[in-house]
């Protein structure tokens, strides 16, 4: 009989041993809602992705024919909060604990992240916790909104997207809202680089489609204001949805690009096939193929 109880005793420690071990792996290999990686980039090292919408829909204003993560489901350009702040750095909180080592912590998402009403809010709040610094992946279609631009101003690198020099063009390769106008874009940047204090990079995504219109994109970004510590991040397309271009064809357009903006004194050109990958773990995988899509 001693020897019975003694047996399920052993059995039940191993059962509650066991089952406390399960349980604590699960909590650590939870999938987080807003928070994804950390992310391999090239432009921006070890990244910790939040995604201020995080909705089943993706939500965009452009719907590039490129992009890694699918066709936009809602096409607007209206701001709103879709994730309250508060649970976004209540996750972000859990995640920090979880990952070290990070280069950034960058909003970008599935969908365009300044539709978010509360990014500012989000991104002083991250600074509350961390001193990682911030990055903002957008496409800047909404940098010509005052409210924006104040958000932006908070983060300590935004990367704004150009893959066009006219309102053709733009339709061509992003499938833009309608509403939208390439000019006030352009306008938009113009302005929120006299005001903001951090470094601004422009993000130009080449495909079969504009890659002929690279000289033009170029004197485009030439007359951006661009400052000293700024770059221009030269990417085709990785991950699957289009064919990318090669690094020859990459080249030639680097080269047109240098020639454009050599006037401007310390900016930096980098090229997707130049860069060197960082070795990352995500916290779940599942998680950032869903985010940020599949690598080829």
Known sequence: MGNKIAKAGIFLTVFVFFAADCFAR???????????????SWRLGASLG??????????????????????????????????KSGEILKELGTALKQVENLDYITLAGRGEPTLAANLGEIIRGIKEITDIPVAVLTNASLINDPQVQGDLLEADFVMLKMDAF????????????????????IA?????????????????????????????????????????????????????RVSELSSEEMLEIKKIFEQELVSIT???ITMVYEAEPVEVSPISERQMLQKRGSPK
């Open 26 to 40: 699960r909590v650590k290999s939870t999938d987080f809602r807003y928070i994804y990686g950390p992310v391999s």
């Open 50 to 83: 939040i995604d201020p919408l995080s909705q089943d829909k993706k939500i965009c204003s452009f719907d590039c024919l490129y992009c890694q993560t699918g066709k936009t489901d809602m096409l607007t350009l209206e701001r709103k909060v879709f994730v």
């Open 166 to 185: 006219d309102n053709y063009s733009m339709q061509l390769v992003n499938k833009a809202h309608l509403d939208l106008e390439f000019s006030d874009i």
């Open 188 to 240: 938009g940047i113009r302005d929120f680089r006299t005001k903001y204090q951090g470094k601004a990079g422009i993000q130009n995504m080449f495909v079969k489609e504009n890659k002929s219109y690279a000289g033009a994109i170029a004197r485009v970004v030439a007359t951006l204001g661009l400052k000293a510590g700024d770059e221009i991040q030269l990417n085709t397309p990785l991950r699957p």
């Open 266 to 268: 310390g900016l930096r």
